[in-house]
């Protein structure tokens, strides 16, 4: 497959922010090597100027989540026709169909039809973290493999509006702690919202600031941790995008999250991440980089995979106890 660099490129990246992050470092080898070509990233909506932000040589083309592959398809070849190699970083059967429609090389993984539908495709190894899934396709088109300390250097012009962002909720100076209470793949990724509140209680006693951290619609959750914390909380993120959230992230002292986007937005930024897991694999998705801390009940059951207890106890997380938690907070901010 050396040869098809430079050309004309399109990169389709997963709809999950975890996913979509832990995919970057594959990014950044696949914009680097198709330097003197042209590169067309197709992502999601609310990923749009955080990836225009770190890649401003490239040009970043959304779709709706739910979008068709022949509407994806219609909006990337407004862009100038058929593209000469494709690269989806999803493992979709409808990321494979995108690709059929718009580019003579595609290249993705071997699951959900990309035998079929791909020129070239590869096994996912599931013993290696997911940051890695990629790298037999960088071989391929004569890439070096992705660096695993690869970290997202924001913008002066982002980092200052995260800046804004928290000074303009009084939030100047204090050491801050994020907590980021949910986790959009499933209920059995969740330590209780009420688990979050105790913690906000233990880290004010240690002069820490808590915030917590959501997205849309996720504003009972942050009511819940706020309720038990005792007193109002700051709710930040709800009303920003990806790159605003990141932005925030930035300059945060540590982040208390279970095994989610944030979590893998907080470690892309150099932010230290005390990382809750339950039903799923840190040798797969745990933070990548220096000063994370992983936590689990190290249940037998575990990792299960399962967005819902198959067990119905739903002890995959509840077992963990604020106090290690709070120990692990301070243990990271030194």
Known sequence: MTGLLPGRLVVDLPNWVGDLVMALPTVHRLVGGNAGGSTIVHSRRSARRLLADLFPAVEVVVSPRRASPATAAWRLRRRGGRFALGVTLRNAARSKLLLLLVARHRL?????????????????????????????????????????DWRAALSKQLLGEG?????????????????????????SKQWPGASFGELARELARYRLQPIVLIGPGEEEVAEEVARTAG????????????????????????????????????????????ALFGPTDPRRTAPLGPGHTVLSPGLECAPCLER????????????LEVEEVTRAVVGVLG
Not at 173 to 186: D, I, K
């Open 163 to 187: 800046r804004r962002c928290l000074e303009d909720a009084g939030l100047g100076g204090q050491r801050l702690v994020g907590l980021a209470p949910t986790a959009a793949w499933g209920a």
């Open 108 to 148: 993705g993984s071997a699951s959900n039809g990309g035998r079929l539908l791909l020129s070239a495709s590869y096994a996912v190894d599931r013993g290696r973290h997911q940051v890695f899934d990629w790298d037999p396709l960088l071989a391929d088109l004569g890439l070096p493999a992705v660096d695993a």
């Open 308 to 319: 819902v207890c198959p067990l119905v106890h739903n002890a995959c997380l509840r077992g």
């Open 231 to 274: 007193g109002a909380l700051p709710v930040l993120g709800a009303a920003t995008d990806i790159a605003g959230l990141a932005a925030i992230m930035a300059h945060l002292g540590a982040l208390v999250s279970n095994d989610s986007g944030p979590m893998h937005l907080s470690a892309a930024v150099g932010t230290p991440v005390v």
